[in-house]
């Protein structure tokens, strides 16, 4: 009687204990989120199949599912089913200073997680791994970065891409003229209506532009891997506890095979506006990271 006693009182002890070992106070976002009642999701117009928009202040796209679901992991964490979501639209030129500044919580587009970046943000888990290529229109006869020289070459207002270009070893002594574009469908349409020859960007949002387009057997994904680029969702810097959050929705969505789904949904299946699949498989890179996930840098995956 004596010993079940002590087990008893014990495991009352225990029971006291674990509210004030799990209950810890909420800081950062998680803080944030609950005092307002509201989280700022950071959304691309026009970054297909990550994300878009359907119109009338509506997002949708592979992160933005990603991050409704780390949202909705939220909602429970901090008590707040009622949490209210608040879309923005951001650009490449103004996702960090927003999410440095406290206007976006988690952006939730297409942004290339690298050395210089994360001293000023943090990444989550990569999510997607890209390829920087070239699109051009498919009767141009170019084929390699080789013969883009005297040709216009645009790219986004606030990415990586033109400088990565110019950072190849197959473009020494290559002279072409930059051509930007405030977003990458205006990047995009300096290609479509021949002020551009050339269009240097991710793979994906190239694929699911030209997907969308007009008429899309008029382009062409062509020439040589510029450089491979872990993608991921962006949060505020020095915030662990939304790092958390983040981390382990994805980290679980890995390991139930719902990140397989929401990739075969958005990359191989129909997408909107026109229903049309960009078709691009799950490359063996990502296959890797879902199998064992990072928040490694581009400089890891190009040494």
């Not at 139930?256 to 958005?266: F, H, R, V």
């Amino acid at each position: 009687m004596k010993r079940i006693s002590q087990l008893l009182m014990a495991a009352a002890a225990c029971a006291l204990i674990v509210p004030s070992v799990t209950a810890q106070p909420l800081t950062g976002t998680l803080k944030k989120a609950k005092d307002t009642n509201t989280i700022v999701m950071g959304v691309r117009e026009s970054s297909s199949p990550l994300s878009l928009t359907t119109g009338a202040g509506q997002f949708t796209g592979y992160h933005v599912e990603l991050c409704q679901a780390i949202i909705d992991n939220i909602k429970r964490q901090i008590a707040a089913p009622n949490l209210k979501v608040e879309y923005t639209p951001v650009t490449s030129q103004n996702r960090i200073p927003l999410v440095q500044n406290g206007t976006v919580d988690l952006e939730c587009g297409s942004t290339t997680n690298n050395a210089a970046r994360q001293k000023d943000v943090a990444f989550g888990l990569t999510t997607y791994v890209t390829e920087v290529r070239t699109a051009v229109k498919a009767n141009s006869g170019i084929t390699s970065i080789s013969q883009l020289n005297g040709k216009n070459v645009a790219t986004t207002t606030g990415t990586t891409s033109v400088q990565t270009l110019r950072k190849h070893e197959r473009a020494d002594k290559i002279n072409f003229n930059e051509i930007y574009g405030k977003d990458h469908s205006d990047s995009f349409l300096l290609l479509e209506t021949g002020r551009a020859d050339a269009f240097v960007m991710d793979d994906n949002i190239l694929a699911g532009l030209i997907a969308t387009a007009k008429n899309p057997a008029d382009f062409r994904i062509v020439g040589e891997v510029l450089s491979v680029e872990p993608i991921a969702v962006m949060i505020r810097k020095d915030d662990p506890a939304m790092k958390k959050a983040v981390d382990d929705t994805i980290r679980a969505m890995m390991r139930s095979g719902a990140l397989d789904k929401l990739y075969a949904k958005w990359f191989m299946g129909p997408i909107p506006p026109k229903n049309t699949s960009v078709n691009l498989a799950m490359g063996t890179t990502l296959k890797q990271l879902v199998a064992n996930p990072n928040d490694k840098p581009m400089e890891d995956y190009n040494k």
